[in-house]
């Protein structure tokens, strides 16, 4: 049992900045990939960010020079620091991980958070 955690989500000026966080706590042995998700309403969920257990990072191309995400292994967190943000920013949040758990013969399980709203006004 795993489970994801949001925070920092709310409403912002076009031009201003909000920080995700995602504290991912249960039976977890070690996390390979984590991540950021959105869904706008009528969309999909589309990628926002993804950073591997060793740090490599992907991102959107709609949100990169603007974007940072960053995890802290230890605490089984990661970060999504947004900047410059803009109307169609506008999304819930979800937090993404695939997660080792303690029985580790056993295949990583991915899990997602149950999603944070982001709101900016123009």
């Known amino acids: 049992q795993v489970q994801l955690v949001e925070s920092g989500g709310g409403l912002v000026q076009a031009g201003g900045f909000l920080r995700l966080s995602c504290a991912a706590s249960g039976s977890i042995f070690s996390i390979n990939d984590m991540g950021w998700y959105r869904q706008a309403p009528g969309k999909q969920r589309d990628l926002v960010a993804r950073i591997t257990s060793g740090g490599s990072t992907i991102y959107a191309d709609s949100v990169k020079g603007r974007f940072t995400i960053s995890r802290d292994n230890a605490k089984n967190t990661v970060y999504l620091q947004m900047n410059s943000l803009k109307p169609e920013d506008t999304a819930v949040y979800y937090c993404?991980?695939?997660?080792?758990?303690?029985?580790?013969?056993?295949?990583?399980?991915?899990?997602w958070g149950q999603g944070t709203q982001v709101t900016v006004s123009s």
């Open positions: 993404y991980a695939q997660v080792m758990g303690v029985m580790t013969v056993l295949p990583p399980i991915d899990y």
